[in-house]
């Protein structure tokens, strides 16, 4: 049985446990992990200005939309509708994890049901509008379009899962 502990108390024993691999990953071979580090540091410079312009976007639109016209939207006049736009809006955004998680975590604090949210995020994890091209250069035309529409209507079905599960649906 898991012992209930704050946010923060699981934080830090993420952050000692990654600490203490660091460590033994140094002892066992210093070169090779510091290589990776210099390489992870080199990678995550690259990507830092990327999702700084990300977080920067996502911020000026929860600063500029009003919170009640996106739960008025995302719960729509119904729950066929609320869910479809948020799937839709999954479907064509490109968000990562570490934001998406967080902002899901917002919306629900407004009162979005726990569903309209699995199709948020769900399609925003697994549908590709954005990365499309790039899908469609690596796999093929078919294979991409396949795979989206097919995790499309998978994420509508973990969608209707949660809803069921979480008493939000009949």
Known sequence: MLIPTPKGVKMVILYVLTG???FASLIAD???TLQALKIAGKRFLKLLG???LL???VSLALTLL???SITHYLKGPGKLLGTLIAATVGSLTFIPGFIAYPLAGILHQQGIPYFVLAAFVTTLMMVGVVTFPMEQRIMGTRVALVRNILY???AL???LA???IFGELP
Do not use: W
Request: net charge neutral.
């Open 20 to 22: 203490i691999c660091l």
């Open 152 to 154: 499309f209507f998978l």
């Open 50 to 52: 990327e999702f700084a």
């Open 30 to 32: 210093p070169s090779k």
């Open 162 to 164: 949660i809803g069921l």
């Open 157 to 159: 079905l973990t969608s």
């Open 66 to 68: 009003p919170p009640q």
């Open 55 to 57: 977080l920067i976007l």
